[in-house]
């Protein structure tokens, strides 16, 4: 359903609509002006929020002036839930006649962010295969995530078996016909990369492997591992260089 109401547009899952109306999301401006809305971090494109209600929290993404690619998550969630894999639960989207655009998801109420779960009670063993089959499940779908870190795995551990939800979908596309090799090398080398910090057992990273490519039609070959790691090297270097210019770009939302 739409909200003909104020300027710009405001696209509501019809699921979602009562409890936005009740959140006083009544329309694209309120998105941007409720004062309830807490953003936890600003950078120069866009900002992240949250809105925490009575029973449930909410996310929001909003551009800033000038910036666009928020409203691109919309199409990545689209393409994720056409391919059967689980991801947020979109609640709402539109665009302010100013050209800022916003999307709003309902938080993965049971499920933990993967990189605070190792850096806390979790192995990587109980991760590793349904990472590996949801990684493989995405690159048999022809789809790329281009933001395949750890951290964009959230997990229900206490789910039997685990449960696993993919996020941040703004740049999943599907694979293009030419070139789709050099995607899912940089996919899967952004995910060993996100591993660095947990000292993972190279012989684990190989299991991770294996299973990755029962799940989907590329051979993880010798040639296919060096392309990996040579890309993991150049991300290191590259994510270096990018934190020493930006350093708060990639904080977390602390609670």
Known sequence: MSYPVGPGYYQVESAYADLLKRAGLIDAMSVFENPAIEPWRS?????????DLEDTRLHIKR???GFSGVEDEVAGIRHLQKAGIATV???GYGKLN????????????GFEDCERLLERVTTFEQLLLPTAQLAG???????????LYIGHFWANVDANPIALRLIDAARVKPLPRWFARRWIVKDVAQFVFSLQ????????IDRWLVEYAKHNDHPVTDLFKRAVFAKVRWITKHDEKLRRANPTRNVAIDR
């Open 63 to 65: 551009n800033k002036k």
């Open 89 to 91: 639960p979109l609640a």
């Open 197 to 204: 910090k947990f000292k993972i057992d190279p012989q684990e």
């Open 98 to 109: 100013d050209g800022r655009g916003f999307v709003i998801t309902e938080h993965l109420n």
């Open 137 to 147: 499940k995405l690159h048999a779908a022809k789809l790329h995530h281009r933001d």
């Open 43 to 51: 950078i120069k494109e866009r900002e992240n929020c949250v809105l």
